[in-house]
């Protein structure tokens, strides 16, 4: 194949993998619901499915036990030589199967009714076997695969990975604070660090702190503006309450103004009510009150009982994920 046929088979690729998307849309409707509460209510959710399904049974197995919703994968054929005696009535299964007819699963699915267990299908297609032997069938409609003979798994796995990874989030969010839980489960890695370290932990404070009184000039804020480097100075009272800031941002507008920053006293040009965080709070949250507005701010002045103790910046709670 040339450059650009090999170009043109993976762009038409991306068209089929979004029409795909696109489609299970339509299919979140009441029954996507029932099964998210089916899930979230579990003593434990046991998915399964074979091949190219049991890699996406075992990530949401995975995901769901990170939010403390106890989640197992179940090979489907394990299942029927002894490891069913895992099952027990308060379970969930999540059957996955493309076809909705791979033997082992179904089995699967008529051995767990017995039990009066809960089973929820993803498939492709709906009037499948095994999802009428589910209580919750699910369909994730493929317009093509992401090969021209429409054979490899690609379009559906990503498709039923997108479904099982809605029902999983939605399934946290019905059990409640899902932050609490990835603390407790999350103790390493990037997700650990946003949410076990607090801003007390990465912001600058003491000697670092920039700082001036309302009544210093503007330009004696611009000296120590230069002298930090920090992005923002902190306009606070004898006793360390925040009564204003003026960030870089602030002083370029200034620039073009005639206002004349040696004789101007900063608490005629400061913001008054800036956004601030709290010294206990989380990295998680810290970022999230900075990005989350319509015009996101890279540094927060940082209170404690009321008293401005340190400043925080976007790069700092990066670079502590990091």
Not at 108 to 115: D, K, N
């Amino acid at each position: 194949m040339t450059h650009t046929e090999i170009l043109s088979l993976a762009k038409q690729g991306l068209i089929w993998q979004r029409s795909a998307i696109d489609l299970l849309a339509d299919q979140l409707d009441g029954s996507f619901v029932a099964a998210a509460e089916s899930i979230a209510s579990a003593s434990k959710v046991v998915a399964t499915g074979l091949g190219k399904s049991g890699f996406i049974a075992r990530k949401m197995a995975a995901t769901l036990t990170s939010v403390h919703v106890p989640g197992v994968y179940l090979h489907p054929v394990d299942a029927l030589h002894g490891d069913i005696g895992m099952l027990s009535p308060t379970d969930v299964l999540v059957a996955f199967s493309k076809s909705g007819e791979t033997p082992e699963v179904v089995r699967l699915a008529r051995l767990v009714r017995r039990f009066d267990m809960k089973v929820i299908s993803i498939t492709c297609r709906p009037h499948t076997t095994l999802a009428t032997l589910s209580h919750h069938a699910l369909i994730a409609p493929v317009v093509h695969e992401l090969d021209p003979l429409n054979l490899l798994p690609t379009a559906s796995t990503t498709q039923s990975l997108i479904l099982a990874d809605l029902l999983s989030v939605a399934a946290a969010q019905i059990n409640g604070d899902v932050v609490d839980r990835l603390q407790i489960s999350h103790p390493h890695g990037g997700i650990g660090a946003a949410l076990l370290r607090r801003v007390e932990d990465v912001m600058h404070s003491g000697a670092e702190m920039p700082r001036v009184s309302a009544t210093d000039t503007v330009a004696e804020a611009v000296r120590t503006l230069t002298s930090t480097a920090l992005g923002i100075v902190c306009v606070t009272n004898e006793d360390g309450a925040l009564q204003g800031i003026l960030t870089d941002g602030d002083v370029r507008r200034l620039a073009g103004t005639l206002v004349d920053l040696t004789q101007t006293p900063v608490r005629e040009v400061m913001t008054k009510e800036p956004v601030c965080v709290e010294s206990s709070d989380s990295l998680h949250r810290a970022l999230q009150v900075m990005e989350h507005r319509d015009r996101q701010i890279s540094v927060v002045p940082v209170l404690h009982d009321g008293v401005c103790i340190g400043i925080v910046r976007i790069h700092d709670i990066v670079r502590a994920q990091l």
